[in-house]
């Protein structure tokens, strides 16, 4: 469990929050529990789930969390305050993603 918000995972995550961040990784965070399903159902590149446990309480979460698990997606758990550093939510789901962008004309 990441509990330190130095981390290389979270100060990326930080960065994400950003426009240049976003273009420079070509990546985008994505927080929710219905935006990180609705990214795994469209078939999106998910880079990496990161979830706070003391603040995830939905079954459904739960079981979107070990489907993407099954299909070889990393999942890093933070603590709930380093969540809430990078989070851009008054009161986090304790769920986000980094998702790859993909552009079409």
Do not use: H, Y
């Not at 446990?53 to 380093?82: G, H, K, N, Y």
């Amino acid at each position: 469990m990441i509990t330190s918000t130095t981390n290389p995972l979270i100060k990326r995550l930080r960065a994400l929050r950003t426009r240049k961040g976003r273009d420079e990784a070509g990546a985008s965070l994505v927080e929710g529990i219905r935006l990180v399903a609705a990214a795994a159902e469209s078939g999106a590149i998910l880079e990496s789930i990161i979830i706070a446990p003391d603040r995830l309480t939905s079954l459904f979460a739960r079981d979107l969390i070990a489907t993407q698990a099954a299909r070889d997606i990393p999942i890093a758990e933070v603590s709930a305050a380093v969540f809430e550093s990078f989070s851009g939510k008054e009161n986090p789901q304790g769920i986000a993603a980094i998702v790859r962008q993909s552009w079409t004309p």
